[in-house]
């Protein structure tokens, strides 16, 4: 029998027919068609659709205003008042353009009787001459788009450090489940053998017991193992996902990658991922974005803390050709103006809007500051231990060797009659154990150094 096995080759147990999932497949899967990375994708879309919407706020209108009375065999009025109305973000200002066709015998006196067409202009002076609710809405739909995108890569780097963990925790359980099948076929063979050299004669009727014994031990080992290689299949079951976005089961033909479970991850300085922090972590930024969004809601709220003085503006001319005899003796005799002021006297709803959105920006602050100690702590924290663990899996590596070294030469005595059954068991027993914690060992490891990734928001 062979004992000098490294922990690689033990762990490779593979049938012929199975198949490799490699970390790199089943990520790529996960993030194509996994529920939660197509909602992340439409949270994007929201926002766009949102910005689209506010960008709404500016878009040109047409209005027509028609009425006419008839009574009594008598024209009464008639008005014929379509307009064309352009938004801009200049200052809030409106730009407009009209045509009036008005008549009837009791025509309002101040309507301009027959066909006549103006040009003018809406604007604010004072209040929203600055910013308003139509720029307010899109400036906060461009800041939305921009977080959505870092709460897409937020939703993306939990669900790709939950789908990492659980692919480990399944190369673990196969692992584990394979060096249990392999001690087992081991043991059954030397029962094998010492039953047959019993019936020669050359063993005692115990040496036959302590090598069923050690067989049923495997058998239960062996059995547990398969029951929790079940549950992990079934847990990465959870991240397996169609272009039809239908969920299905892992492929019993379907083995993980033992050899990258052997591997170390390169790992980045704590210091220098902290400082990318700010400009990567998605939590942190769509923060930032918040913030902006709520610098430009304390903006408008200002606004009402001022009085309202609106201007609008009208340059009249007869027929249907405003621009017609454009000049200064137009400018002088055709226009039409007015202005609008309001201002509350006691100003408290604008005062009580403006300290809540200050109050907000304060609060945001302190949300933002406490999430970046905590997320420096944390990439400290998980990269702390994997380094710990790091030593630890090398010391556990060595004691394997030194344990599988001990256990060959055990059998090579017990070959030569030199060396009890309990004994040699013992050494197997211990070879067992050292690579139980090395695979618990090794599986931990990978969850902390996925940890610091994940903790920076860099898992793509």
Same mark, same amino acid.
């Given at each position: ?57 500016? +878009? ?33 200002? +409106? ?55 870092? +709460? ?172 017609? +005899? ?135």
């Amino acid at each position: 029998m062979k004992y000098c096995l490294f922990l690689i080759g033990i762990f490779s147990v593979l049938q012929i027919s199975a198949q490799v999932l490699s970390p790199e497949a089943f990520i790529n899967q996960v993030k194509s068609f996994h529920p939660l990375a197509k909602q992340a994708g439409i949270k994007v879309e929201k926002a766009s659709a949102a910005l689209l919407s506010a960008k709404g706020g500016f +878009d040109p209108t047409v209005e027509m205003e028609a009425s006419r009375k008839t009574f009594d065999g008598k024209n009464y009025y008639f008005y014929t008042n379509p307009e064309f109305k352009v938004p801009t973000r200049i200052g809030g200002m +409106d730009i407009k353009a009209g045509l009036e066709d008005n008549g009837g015998l009791f025509l309002n006196n101040q309507v301009t009787r027959g066909q006549s067409s103006y040009l003018g202009l809406e604007m604010p002076l004072i209040k929203g001459l600055l910013i308003d609710q139509r720029r307010a809405n899109l400036q906060q739909a461009q800041i939305s788009l921009q977080q959505s995108e870092q +709460d897409r890569l937020k939703m993306q780097n939990d669900l790709l450090f939950d789908a990492y963990n659980t692919y480990w925790q399944w190369a673990g359980a196969y692992q584990l489940y394979s060096i249990y099948n392999q001690f087992l076929q081991i043991s059954r063979e030397r029962f094998r053998l010492v039953k047959l050299a019993y019936l020669n004669g050359d063993r005692a009727v115990i040496d036959t017991i302590e090598a069923l014994t050690q067989v049923q031990q495997f058998q239960m080992m062996q059995a547990d193992a398969k029951a929790k290689l079940a549950t992990a299949q079934l847990e990465l079951g959870n991240y397996l996902w169609n272009e039809n976005d239908a969920a299905y089961l892992l492929s019993a033909n379907l083995v993980p990658d033992t050899v990258q479970f052997q591997m170390y991850l390169a790992s980045e300085d704590p210091d220098k991922l902290i400082e990318r922090v700010n400009q990567e972590n998605p939590s942190i930024r769509s923060l930032a974005f918040e913030l902006e969004a709520l610098e430009v809601e304390r903006k408008l709220k200002f606004q009402s803390l001022l009085p309202s003085l609106n201007l609008k503006a009208n340059m009249l001319n007869k027929g249907y050709n405003v621009m017609k +005899d454009f000049g200064g003796a137009l400018l002088q005799n055709n226009y039409m103006w007015g202005v609008q002021f309001k201002i509350p006297i006691f100003l408290r709803e604008g005062q009580g809007s403006y300290k809540q959105a200050k109050l907000k920006i304060a609060e945001t602050n302190y949300e933002l500051n406490l999430k970046q100690w905590n997320t420096a702590n944390k990439i400290r924290s998980y990269f702390a231990e994997a380094s710990l663990l790091k030593d630890q899996i090398s010391a556990a590596q060595q004691a394997y060797n030194g344990y599988t070294a001990l256990l060959k030469a055990e059998n090579l005595r017990f070959q030569n009659g030199e060396s009890s059954l309990f004994l040699l068991n013992t050494r197997e027993n211990k070879v067992i154990e050292t690579a139980e914690k090395l695979i618990q060992l090794r599986a931990k490891y990978l969850k902390a150094s996925y940890g610091v990734n994940w903790a920076a928001g860099i898992l793509r």
